[in-house]
């Protein structure tokens, strides 16, 4: 089996400019979220993972495998960040919100407008860049309280007191803020 993952990963690597090509044609409306070359990592890492499916039928078939896992992760990358999305409007409010510092940043405006709409856009980019950046447990507690899951639901999911839930949600919003903070002066 560990023979089987090798072959897989040294014929992967021969086929990087394929896999960017697909990645190229079929995803730029993910490149403002993900660089090309960090989605073609998600699909050679999916790749690996499900090398034990795969039977060699030559380089043709293996080709058109590649191209099938590519875009079922494309297809896959994109409802994730599209669900983000949907939700973005209590994520940005928790991104801008007041940190423990006291310091507060105004959200974008509320008018309409081209300058308005590209301001939006870039910020839920950025947002959900911060959110896409948290570990997994700070940003599934961050989901749920967007989601707006009840306490009682939230301790039992994550198996925390009603304190100890308290606490991490305060310093996963907190971090939220911080990686927010980052990228939007960097």
Not at 97 to 102: A, E, L, V, Y
Request: glycine share 6%; hydrophobic share 40%; net charge neutral.
């Amino acid at each position: 089996m560990n023979e089987e993952h090798d072959s897989i990963g040294a014929r992967l690597e021969g086929e990087t400019d394929l896999l960017m090509a697909v990645v190229r044609a079929e995803a730029a409306d993910l490149f403002r979220f993900e660089q090309p070359e960090d989605l073609v990592q998600h699909i050679k890492l999916r790749v690996i993972e499900g090398g034990a499916t795969f039977v060699d039928r030559g380089d043709m078939a293996f080709r058109g495998w590649l191209r099938t896992i590519a875009r079922r992760t494309i297809a896959d990358r994109r409802d994730h960040w599209m669900a983000l999305k949907r939700n973005s409007g209590p994520i940005l409010s928790l991104s801008f919100g007041q940190s423990s510092s006291g310091s507060e940043r105004p959200m974008p405006d509320d008018e309409t407008g081209p300058a308005t709409w590209a301001a939006r856009r870039e910020t839920l980019v950025l947002a959900m860049k911060a959110l896409s950046l948290l570990p997994e447990k700070d940003r599934a507690l961050i989901l749920a309280k967007v989601a707006g899951e009840g306490q009682a639901e939230c301790r039992s999911r994550f198996g925390l007191s009603e304190e100890a839930m308290r606490k991490a949600c305060m310093r996963a919003e907190e971090r939220l803020r911080k990686t927010f903070r980052i990228l939007l002066n960097s």
